[in-house]
């Protein structure tokens, strides 16, 4: 097992950087419109020629009611009525994709994200997966993990049938928080029985896994009052949680002008309350896989870091970084083989292209020999906590020293500094350093000097 992480907080201060979440690398800042339709193509061929297997996301964008912490793509309507033409245009760019694919590339892995799925009628998801079953072969014996976002006031229990009725067996929750002065302050009012409705819902009819979403660092929170969430939260026993840090960027998304700054709790005390998050999750038995994650030792997430075969790609960490990422809808990513590529993130010009039989295909990033290196380097530490160079080296026939001889100094005083352990063959991630995993990341991350750190969430 691994070691339980310990709280530095002289080493947070140091460490708490801004920086990427790496759900990929390079990461999608580099994305440029020199990729397109014909690049998507090409690796859609090469897919299709070595029988990959697939993980489909499906985006929709759609809530009736607006979070003022969201930084999603979403359009917010009361109009139910404005998902139509969207899933006409869906339907669309789920044939064209499929066509250059091959019908027996299996669909391991299905997640709808948004926006919120459940925004959409029981008719237009049991059509739109009726889309997806005709045109991609998706698996019948429940043995997929299939995905699906839910927000419990737009969810019931004819909900959840429907959704297990049609493959679901993997629910995500948002939660956030259970104070009702911090519901209030970020426009998102979600009362327990709600919350605890549908997870008994997706429990009864065998759900296979549920995860809870919290965001520490929202308006009005306290270090008692969000350990009182927690509390509730562990009471419910979700397989997985994500504990997300609020980044506040009301300069880059409109909806947290409307938070009031001086509400925001002190750097301080959103210390205080990750400490107390992991003191109480660890204590309750989840363990910490890394970032904003934990789970329970059962769950596949904490199997696969035991085993060393954990991955993580624009959906978080994951037991499926082996398939095709196909991405669908608007502002969906897709990462098919060393392309990345993505749809334009106006839903007028995603709808639009597809209206004329065009992929909605805006920019991308084809990975080059170093950044393929990068990105293992990266994948490793960040999902093992450990980094063996003699893999490295066989994988990309190099001399990891030789390579990253720059970076020594950079590690090396982390070393000094006790968040990694560095010798000539290795480096480990320290308990003391595993919060601050990103830090140690970002050093071999080739274009980050380049880039706006602003554009990015802080570390802790």
Request: glycine share 6%.
């Amino acid at each position: 097992m691994l070691d339980a992480i310990r709280w530095d907080t002289d080493l947070i201060r140091r460490y708490d950087l801004a920086g990427p979440r790496y759900t990929s690398y390079p990461t999608a800042v580099q994305f440029d419109s020199q990729v397109g339709t014909f690049d998507l193509f090409h690796a859609l061929r090469d897919s299709r020629k070595a029988l990959r297997p697939l993980s489909l996301y499906v985006h929709v964008p759609f809530c009736a009611n607006i979070c003022y912490y969201c930084a999603c793509n979403k359009v917010i309507t009361k109009d139910r009525g404005r998902a139509l033409p969207y899933l006409q245009r869906l339907e669309q760019e789920i044939q064209l994709i499929a066509c250059h694919l091959d019908p027996s590339q299996k669909v391991e892995q299905l997640h709808f994200g948004g926006g919120t799925p459940t925004f959409l009628s029981h008719d237009e998801l049991r059509q739109l997966m009726a889309q997806l079953r005709k045109h991609f072969n998706l698996l019948d014996d429940d043995s997929g993990d299939y995905g699906i976002e839910i927000d419990p006031r737009e969810a019931d229990w004819s909900t959840m049938g429907l959704l297990r009725e049609l493959g679901f067996n993997r629910v995500s929750i948002g939660v956030q928080d259970l104070d009702p002065a911090v519901q209030r302050a970020v426009n998102r009012l979600q009362s327990l029985e709600e919350t605890r409705a549908v997870i008994d819902a997706a429990r009864t009819l065998q759900f296979r896994s549920i995860n809870i979403d919290l965001i520490y660092g929202l308006p009005k929170q306290t270090p008692e009052s969000f350990a009182r969430t927690v509390d509730e939260v562990i009471s419910l026993q979700p397989d997985r949680l994500s504990v997300f840090n609020y980044a506040h960027l009301p300069e880059r998304f409109m909806p947290q002008r409307r938070i009031n700054g001086n509400d925001l709790p002190a750097p301080t005390q959103k210390l205080e309350m990750l400490q107390r998050t992991i003191e109480q999750l660890t204590a309750a038995g989840y363990r910490y896989i890394g970032m904003d994650h934990f789970a329970l030792p059962d769950d596949e997430l904490a199997i696969a870091q035991e085993e060393s075969t954990l991955q993580r790609n624009f959906q978080g960490y994951t037991t499926h970084g082996h398939c095709d990422l196909i991405g669908l809808g608007v502002s969906a990513i897709s990462q098919i083989g060393d392309l990345y590529c993505q749809n334009s993130s106006d839903l007028n010009q995603y709808q639009n292209a597809l209206a004329s039989a065009q992929l909605a295909t805006s920019r991308g990033l084809l990975c080059n020999a170093d950044d393929r290196l990068r990105r293992a380097v990266i994948q490793q530490l960040i999902c093992t906590f450990g980094l063996e160079f003699a893999q490295i080296e066989q994988a990309f026939n190099i001399d990891f020293q030789g390579y990253f001889g720059e970076l020594w100094p950079q590690l090396q005083e982390m070393a000094d500094d006790g968040l990694i352990e560095l010798d000539n063959e290795r480096i480990t991630v320290l308990p003391a350093g595993r919060l601050l995993v990103r830090s140690v990341c970002m050093v071999f991350d080739a274009y980050l000097e380049q880039q706006n750190r602003q554009r990015f969430s802080r570390v802790i």
